[in-house]
């Protein structure tokens, strides 16, 4: 048993680097996914800003508005393909297409953050930064040589990389609290998005608990019964 401790505490740094800790550039984003209008602000930005290159392939628009209570108005500014609103969410851009014009296909986004974390993605939005040697103009100090353009640089504004590490953006629409704010609601939405039942899973999972806990008291004091006469 001593054994056993011990590996597993010997593992416990390899997990910790695992889920992404070893990059100090991933900051906290601080989601809430109780916060319905922050996830509806979440999926009007990212249906805005980043479908026409990645889909949201296990997602379709009538579970989001189901789960977020949007009106059919609200579904509908979602859609700006020709696609229902039962389908699966897809892309504008072919794969062949984005191959061409990117070097690679963009990927598929509906796992994203349960790949990455929450945190990674926020990080990542918020990291973009001039670098006139890359392709797109611009480079990323979460996702090094990243390969796609700064699709919210209009938002953010021109983003420079200051000699202390920090990056500085200047001339966009938002002001830089209102952008921090406006890229948590894409990670939000992107969180909701990877697993749409974890609340409702979390919620069952206390009551499963409870009923293992009760369960297990009534099979102790049954055995204890069963085993009274041999003891």
């Known amino acids: 048993m001593k054994k056993v401790f011990a590996v597993l505490i010997a593992c416990l740094p390899a997990l910790a680097y695992a889920a992404g800790g070893s990059n100090e550039h991933v900051v906290s984003a601080n989601i809430d996914l109780t916060d319905k209008d922050s996830l509806k602000r979440g999926a009007q930005a990212f249906m805005d800003n ?26 509908t500014a979602l859609i700006h393909t020709d696609a229902k609103v039962g389908e699966q969410i897809t892309s504008a851009m072919s794969r062949d297409d984005g191959a061409k014009w990117f070097g690679a296909a963009p990927p598929d986004l509906t796992l994203e953050a349960r790949l990455k974390s929450p945190d990674w993605i ?110």
Request: proline fraction near 4%; charge should be negative.
């Open 50 to 75: 980043c479908s026409g290159c990645h889909s949201l392939q296990y997602q379709r628009y009538q579970r989001i508005a189901d789960d977020l209570g949007m009106t059919e108005q609200e579904v």
């Open 122 to 231: 926020y990080s990542y939005l918020k990291s973009f930064y001039v670098d006139e040697s890359r392709p797109f103009g611009v480079n990323n100090l979460v996702f090094p040589s990243v390969g796609m353009p700064h699709v919210l640089e209009g938002l953010q504004g021109t983003p420079v990389l200051q000699e202390d590490g920090t990056i500085v953006a200047t001339g966009g629409a938002l002001t830089a609290e209102e952008y921090d704010e406006y890229v948590r609601d894409i990670t939000n939405f992107l969180t909701y998005t990877g697993e749409p039942v974890k609340l409702e899973r979390e919620r069952l999972g206390k009551w499963v608990l409870g009923f293992l806990f009760i369960f297990f008291i009534i099979a102790y004091l049954l055995k204890k019964e069963y085993w009274r006469d041999v003891h």
